[in-house]
Nanobody, 119 residues
Framework: QVRLVESGGGLVQPGGSLRLSCAVS?????????MAWYRQAPGKQRELVAL???????NYADSAEGRFTISRDNAKNTVFLQMNSLTPEDTAVYYC????????????WGQGTQVTVSS
């Protein structure tokens, strides 16, 4: 069973930073997976924050562009999300997502980590 475990969430003041990590286990060819971070705020739909492809191309939501950086360490089967200049609007549960390469394109989710931005 593929397992994704997020860590690094917590309470931070506006303007602060956090670094989320997602360790992936029991997956074949992690390096070929597209990895992504999603978030879901109370009362809102889950939304894509950032993704990184197997070739390390990245894509960001408009709200994350210029403040967040997604990266990966294939040797450790881990993906990261560096979040800077956090605002209360970034408060959400952040989920790690793994998508296996085609044709299967299976998707797996972590359990989520809470990020709260508040003074």
């Amino acid at each position: 069973q593929v397992r994704l475990v997020e860590s690094g969430g917590g309470l931070v003041q506006p303007g602060g930073s956090l670094r989320l990590s997602c360790a992936v286990s029991r997956i074949i060819e992690f390096s070929r997976c597209t990895m992504a971070w999603y978030r879901q705020a109370p009362g809102k739909q889950r939304e894509l924050v950032a993704l990184i492809t197997s070739s390390s191309s990245t894509n960001y939501a408009d709200s994350a562009e210029g403040r967040f950086t997604i990266s990966r360490d294939n040797a450790k089967n881990t993906v990261f999300l560096q979040m800077n200049s956090l605002t209360p609007e970034d408060t959400a549960v952040y989920y790690c997502n793994a998508k296996t390469p085609p044709p299967a394109s299976y998707m797996f989710w972590g359990q989520g980590t809470q990020v709260t931005v508040s003074s």
